[in-house]
């Protein structure tokens, strides 16, 4: 259905007359939108981190290659503690820290996706 479309009686698909170019419709949109602002609920600071959260609710990350890395990481730091407690700490925080990269590797990756549509978009 393209923008002069216009409703046809009997005719499945075509909901009403469709008024004004896209580019109007998306700017509706948008004033829509920052006149109502999301409510996280402290939650997450952006939609992304929300489609993130969603996303690795439901997706696992842990690959074979992950999994080996994180042996190959126990066994060295086994090797330079005295406890399990610390080599535990200390891979708490290696944990921690891809956490951290794989969340912002994921949001980073979302905006490349949204920049590349935009720039196939232009004019």
């Known amino acids: ?12 698909g075509h ?22 602002p999301a409510d996280y609920e402290e939650q997450v600071d952006s939609l992304l981190e929300l489609i993130y959260m969603a996303y690795t609710e439901y997706n696992t990350v842990e690959t074979p290659e992950l999994k080996a890395g994180i042996s ?4 060295a730091l086994r090797s330079l503690v005295d406890t399990e407690a610390e080599r535990e700490r200390y891979m708490n925080a290696v944990y921690h820290m891809c956490a951290i990269f794989e969340k ?20």
């Open 1 to 12: 259905m393209d923008d002069k479309s216009v409703s046809k009686p009997g005719v499945k």
């Open 15 to 36: 909901i009403g007359i469709r008024t004004g170019h896209t580019t109007s419709i998306i700017a509706s949109v948008k004033d829509y939108l920052e006149q109502h």
């Open 72 to 75: 190959e990481a126990e066994k």
């Open 104 to 123: 912002v590797a994921y949001i980073e990756g979302m905006k490349t996706g949204a920049r590349l549509v935009m720039e196939l978009e232009k004019d």
